[in-house]
């Protein structure tokens, strides 16, 4: 006997009617008179006195309503019961998307804060590119995410989907190895000039493997045809700014970076000899804006709460 069995014989008892019941069921009439004799087969008793132009309960059938109704209600509200559960779980669960270094300078700090005012959230970190970051976020598998603004230009349903919040805005730098010719200021005392991208045309530029970031290699090919009027020549491949730098270092192509990750690459490396070997100067490029990043469609009530966090760890 299966909870379908009863929901059924339900219907009948109150219309009274096999057809009636089946249109209300979206079922044909035939099945549902089979499903009703294969239900009285189970129980050893007829249900309904039935006739060509009527259909009535039996005495068994009414006890047998009673009872059945009852067990429907209950299986509901187990039902209900389940699904207000696993609600709970998830409200009580924050998952949060990174990628990189980028967030360094206020996600350690945001979840420390978080943790001391909120010790009864349990969060879930997600190392993702940005562009599977924001895609969980469509799908209701992340809360929150972090991601370049361009990103978002990536596919048209993130920026009909996705709510966002600019978190920090940063000078693009172009990293080159200290033997090149654009490696040194001007010495014209007047302060450095940005180095201009018409003066890159002939460079070889590493990149992101697509795995990894894929929106960076298309960011590059648009800056370089809008901002210098030339296509990339693209050289190595790395895995993360540090493989990247290094490759820079060693003359095998020019990298961009936004600045704050250059200095934290440089920092964490100090120990190498890497930061006497590459240099950051400032391009005429567009400043890198790093945006948090949520679902409109499946909104966590503790993306707030987190947000306001992460504001206190940049003041």
């Not at 009863?6 to 219309?15: H, Q």
């Not at 879930?124 to 924001?134: E, I, S, V």
Request: proline share 5%.
């Amino acid at each position: 006997m299966e909870l379908r069995h009863l929901r059924y014989f339900v219907v009948v008892a109150e219309e009274l009617s096999f057809r009636k019941a089946a249109k209300r069921l979206h079922i044909a009439a035939p099945p549902l008179g089979r499903q009703i004799r294969d239900l009285e087969e189970e129980i050893g008793t007829l249900l309904f006195d039935r006739s060509r132009n009527h259909v009535a309960l039996t005495e068994a059938g009414k006890v047998f309503l009673a009872g059945t109704r009852k067990t429907l209600q209950a299986a509901n509200q187990a039902v209900d019961a389940a699904r207000k559960a696993t609600r709970a779980v998830e409200i009580s669960t924050l998952r949060l998307g990174k990628f990189g270094l980028i967030t360094i300078p206020f996600l350690p700090q945001s979840l420390a804060i978080y943790k001391r005012t909120h010790p009864q959230i349990k969060i879930h970190l997600f190392g993702m590119d940005p562009k599977h970051q924001l895609e969980a976020l469509v799908s209701g598998e992340l809360d929150l995410a972090f991601a370049a603004a361009f990103d978002l230009q990536l596919k048209a349903s993130f920026k009909k989907e996705i709510e966002t919040r600019q978190v920090l805005e940063s000078p693009i730098l172009v990293i080159l190895p200290t033997s090149h010719p654009l490696a040194l200021p001007s010495a014209s005392g007047r302060g450095e000039k940005p180095v201009r991208m018409t003066l890159l045309a002939g460079e070889k530029f590493l990149r992101f493997s697509a795995d990894q970031n894929a929106s960076y290699s298309i960011h590059l090919l648009r800056a370089c045809r809008e901002r210098g009027g030339f296509r990339p020549r693209l050289g190595a491949i790395g895995s993360d700014d540090a493989d990247l730098i290094n490759l820079v270092a060693e003359g095998e192509g020019i990298f961009f970076e936004p600045a704050f990750v250059f200095a934290e690459v440089i920092r964490r490396l100090h120990a190498s000899s890497l930061g006497s070997r590459v240099v950051g100067r400032s391009t005429n490029l567009p400043t890198f804006k790093l945006v948090a990043a949520w679902s409109k469609r499946h909104p966590s009530p503790l993306v707030p709460e987190f947000l306001e966090c992460l504001e206190s760890a940049l003041a």
